[in-house]
């Protein structure tokens, strides 16, 4: 589905010479119920309408809220892409440099971000929810899965802590050798 000719005509090119059968919609699916149609859903490019965006966020909740199904979002970083950022929906999978014809059709952008949404924040995954999210995505260079503390990890803060609290054997010797008050 896409609702500019020019893109529907390179995906029907591509998926031809990929030996790929698709059936290719020019209408806009935002906002209707169509999520038992699809297993994975990659949306691209759509945070520059402030409209879209606030259609897409519950669309897209209850699309992975009935069932569990892929939702996958790719943008360079424009304005109202923060709307996602902000409820901390979003995970990034990968990340790509921007030739130098989508530089200037992009108005400057260099970098463009793939990211996997979810109904739920990332760090509130259970850990068997984190294991298939780990089997299925790849991780990007240069960043960590978040990680549930393992018991030694939990006694390790636990001694640092404790560490930080006692004084050290300077402080005592500094409040040993502080004159006392008398009492008069």
Request: aromatic content about 10%; overall charge positive.
């Amino acid at each position: 589905n896409d609702i500019d000719p020019l893109s529907c005509l390179v995906t029907q090119m591509n998926a031809k010479l990929n030996n790929v059968s698709l059936l290719i919609d020019r209408s806009n699916l935002i906002g209707y119920p169509v999520w038992h149609d699809y297993d994975v859903v990659l949306i691209g490019d759509t945070f520059y309408n402030y409209k879209e965006v606030v259609l897409m966020i519950p669309w897209l909740d209850n699309f992975q809220s009935n069932q569990n199904k892929s939702v996958y979002l790719g943008d360079p970083g424009r304005p109202y892409m923060a709307l996602f950022k902000r409820r901390h929906h979003l995970f990034r999978v990968a990340e790509y440099h921007l030739s130098e014809v989508s530089r200037f059709i992009n108005k400057g952008f260099k970098m463009t971000k793939v990211y996997k949404y979810f109904h739920i924040k990332p760090r509130r995954l259970k850990p068997k929810q984190l294991r298939i999210l780990q089997r299925t995505t790849k991780r990007p260079r240069g960043t960590k899965w978040p990680r549930r503390p393992t018991l030694k990890r939990q006694r390790m803060r636990r001694k640092k802590s404790k560490r930080n609290m006692k004084p050290t054997a300077k402080k005592k010797r500094k409040r040993r050798n502080r004159p006392k008050n008398k009492k008069s």
